[in-house]
């Protein structure tokens, strides 16, 4: 058994196919396949079934993956220890955002860590916040900018400001004279929401269950999977309205205007994520100190 044959098949649970698997890996598909092959002859187990179209991970082979990924996690901390030790100011340093947090925060920030640390290598990459939780615990991320709550053992979250959510509306929709859209307004409403996997959507759901009653807005179907920047160049072409967080809405374009929502209103908590056995604690300071001088309209600074 070979820590690259761990990392192959973490690969495989991860993309669900070999081909992308191997490219992944930067290796050839025989060659991903006969190594795969070579650990589940050794181990006397088959972790993968195969079909034509699909891979399923069986059930013995999800318990061998998932202590595959503690240990290319473990190797992956070592390594960040001799990082550290080398210098952790001058190491690569990868930090993820989601998507309705990414635009927003990270050209300021980037701006202010290049200001402040030049020879910091910086790496920036927007996802789920699944993804990236995964990314922080197999050490793919050193930090990860997400909203709370957010519950994963083994990580630590620093609260940066809190955000209330308001109304998009085309600047000639019939609320858009209104001081305030309430949650009749919206009920009455075709609302615009994210798709799936986004933590945004869950929040507004929360915050407004009538809007996830089967059927009420078929372009919800329509937006699946799409952006914030998507949900407004829809809400300016007349299609409907929608909610977003302040930070969106200050950078909302031509023909937008925002309300404020009916109380109580909804909000999030921005925070920075790391794993409590993160090495570099002068990268960690940095990265914190930098996300604590951003000023962002309308949100609140945590203490």
Known sequence: MTLNELRYIVAVADHRHFRRAAQHCNISQPTLSVAIKKLEDELGVTLFERRKNEIIITPTGERIIEVAREILSRIEQIRQIAKSDQ??????????????????????????????????????????????????????LDMAILALPFSEQGIRTLPL?????????????????????????????TVLILGSGHCFRDQVLEAYPFL?????????????????????????????????????????MEGIVVRP???????????????????????????????KEIELPCTQPCD
């Open 261 to 291: 929502l009916e109380g109580p209103v909804p909000k999030r908590t921005v925070a920075l994520a790391w794993r409590q056995s993160y090495p570099r604690m002068k990268a960690l300071e940095v990265v914190q100190a930098c996300l």
């Open 87 to 140: 210098d952790s100011l001058h190491s690569e340093l990868r930090v993820g955002a989601i998507y309705t947090i990414g635009p927003y925060l990270l050209p300021d920030f980037i701006s202010r860590l290049h200001e402040a640390h030049p020879y910091l290598p910086l790496l920036v990459e927007e996802d789920y916040t699944a993804n990236l939780a995964q990314k922080l615990n197999t050490g793919q």
């Open 212 to 252: 996830a009653e089967s059927g009420r807005h078929s372009m919800q179907r329509t937006l699946e999977g799409s952006s914030l920047e998507t949900l407004m160049y829809m809400v300016a072409a007349g299609v409907g309205i929608t909610i977003l967080p302040c930070t969106a809405a200050a950078k909302a």
């Open 161 to 189: 400001y809190e955000e209330p959510f308001v109304a998009a509306l085309a600047k000639d929709h019939p609320l858009a004279g209104s001081e305030r859209i309430t949650k009749e307004d919206l009920a009455r409403e």
